[in-house]
């Protein structure tokens, strides 16, 4: 098998895009062939951001043509209007296999069930892919200009692993690249795995509180945990996914043994502003 995609210059989003095929068992072993030479690409069994072709049936992935403006909303509506950026050669990949990808990630002796599986989907792009996907394209990720500029993030790290444009050095690029896949599955790896063991389960106690809300005072406003956790996100996504909108006032939690403390609600998870003040 072989997974085709540009040489020269590599970028994040061919380098994750390759590193999650590699994960899947019918590209395990796959060579990656690094080349604009489409005499050498039409016998590639999948090809990533190069070719100008974006054709799910004939595996063709590349993002770079005019009339191309597709997102992950575009791709799977079903996941509703948020996702608004252009995706990139990774999002593509992503969109087509990222819960595959996911299913070869997660710890074997408790799967996800396939509920959970489509809420780490989303969270993997909104925490990484979403990212990649706007530095390639272009996509500001403010309309206005911002104050300072971020300029350690992954799409970065990978970028400077390019050979300086006036190094006198003989440097192997394909190698080069295969340090970039560690790079970048290290990130990838941590980020499903902290979705999995870290951020879900905090989901499922805000949930699991939320559904008992009544039974902890009838106003149904008030929410009870056992201990200090990471709250706020969840509570705001699965109002608005239960349908039962910004009524929660407060949050009691046990902070430490026999300590409890009450911690107002407030307008949005990182805002300093109230919906009630205490």
């Given at each position: 098998?072989?997974?085709?995609?540009?040489?020269?210059?590599?970028?994040?989003?061919?380098?994750?895009?390759?590193?999650?095929?590699?994960?899947?068992?019918?590209?395990?072993?796959?060579?990656?062939?690094?080349?604009?030479?489409?005499?050498?690409?039409?016998?590639?069994?999948?090809?990533?951001?190069?070719?100008?072709?974006?054709?799910?049936s004939k595996k063709r992935y590349d993002h770079h043509q005019r009339e191309f403006n597709e997102t992950l909303s575009t791709l799977k509506p079903e996941l509703g209007e948020r996702y608004k950026v252009k995706l990139s050669s990774a999002g593509?990949?992503?969109?087509?296999?990222?819960?595959?990808?996911?299913?070869?990630?997660?710890?074997?002796?408790?799967?996800?069930?396939?509920?959970?599986?489509?809420?780490?989907?989303?969270?993997?792009?909104?925490?990484?892919?979403?990212?990649?996907?706007?530095?390639?394209?272009?996509?500001?990720?403010?309309?206005?200009e911002p104050l300072y500029k971020i300029r350690t993030h992954l799409s970065a790290q990978v970028g400077r692993l390019n050979p300086e444009w006036n190094s006198k050095q003989i440097i192997n690029v394909d190698e080069i690249f295969k340090k970039a896949m560690d790079l970048v599955l290290k990130e990838f790896l941590y980020t499903v795995n902290y979705s999995i063991s870290v951020w879900l389960p905090a989901r499922d106690?805000?949930?699991?509180?939320?559904?008992?809300?009544?039974?902890?005072?009838?106003?149904?406003?008030?929410?009870?945990f056992t201990e200090r956790f990471p709250w706020k996100e969840h509570l705001f996504d699965l109002e608005t996914e239960m349908g039962i909108g910004h009524e929660i006032k407060y949050v009691l939690f046990n902070d430490k043994p026999k300590s409890w403390r009450i911690q107002a609600v407030p307008i949005d998870p990182i805002s300093f502003v109230l919906r009630y003040v205490v």
């Open positions: 098998m072989k997974i085709g995609t540009h040489d020269g210059v590599f970028h994040c989003d061919e380098v994750l895009a390759c590193c999650m095929l590699k994960r899947l068992p019918e590209y395990e072993d796959a060579d990656i062939i690094r080349t604009r030479d489409m005499t050498k690409l039409i016998d590639c069994d999948i090809v990533v951001d190069v070719g100008a072709v974006f054709d799910h593509l990949v992503y969109a087509y296999y990222g819960e595959r990808v996911i299913r070869t990630v997660e710890p074997k002796d408790a799967p996800l069930t396939d509920e959970n599986l489509k809420v780490i989907y989303k969270k993997v792009y909104e925490n990484l892919i979403e990212e990649i996907d706007g530095i390639d394209n272009g996509v500001p990720m403010t309309k206005e106690f805000v949930k699991s509180a939320l559904e008992r809300r009544f039974e902890v005072h009838g106003s149904g406003q008030i929410l009870e």
